[in-house]
Every structure is written in structure tokens, then in C-alpha cells.
């Protein structure tokens, strides 16, 4: 799928969009179409890291259970 990540300069908004053919992409917040278009493919917040196995069985893993 072709996502492709988008800075609004209106807004100082990043943000991802599918973006099919020559379609043109709006900014989601302003509906602005003067965007820049950002180089890398699919940005995505970096995870919270997990404690490593300290609660792969607690019912909040990966929801920022910190093994407590
Ligand atoms: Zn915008």
C-alpha cells in the first residue's frame, strides 16, 4: 500500500496518507494541499520499549505495563 508521509507547513503537521495514482493529498487538519512531501515511507512512532520478558504474561503488555 502506498503511504506516504506529508508535512503541512500550515499547521507544522506530519502525517501519513494512502495516496493512490496522481491523487492529490489533503492535510487532514487544514485540508491544505500545499505540502511537502517527506522522503521516507511510512514513519512511525518509535514502541515503548518493553521490559524484556518481564511480563509477557501480564494482561496489560505492550498497553505500557511497566513490569511493576
Ligand atoms: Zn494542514
Redesign the pocket.
Known amino acids: 500500500m502506498p503511504f506516504f508521509s506529508y508535512h503541512?507547513?500550515?499547521?507544522d503537521?506530519t502525517f501519513e496518507t494512502l495516496v493512490i495514482g496522481s491523487e492529490q493529498p489533503?492535510?487532514?487538519?487544514?485540508?491544505?494541499t500545499d505540502?511537502e512531501k517527506l522522503l521516507s515511507l511510512v514513519t512511525r512512532e518509535p514502541r515503548i520499549a518493553e521490559p524484556a520478558g518481564a511480563c509477557a504474561a501480564c494482561p496489560t503488555y505492550g498497553g505500557g505495563c511497566m513490569g511493576g
Request: proline share 15%; hydrophobic share 25%; charged share 25%.
Open positions: 503541512c507547513p500550515a499547521r503537521r489533503a492535510c487532514p487538519d487544514c485540508g491544505g505540502l
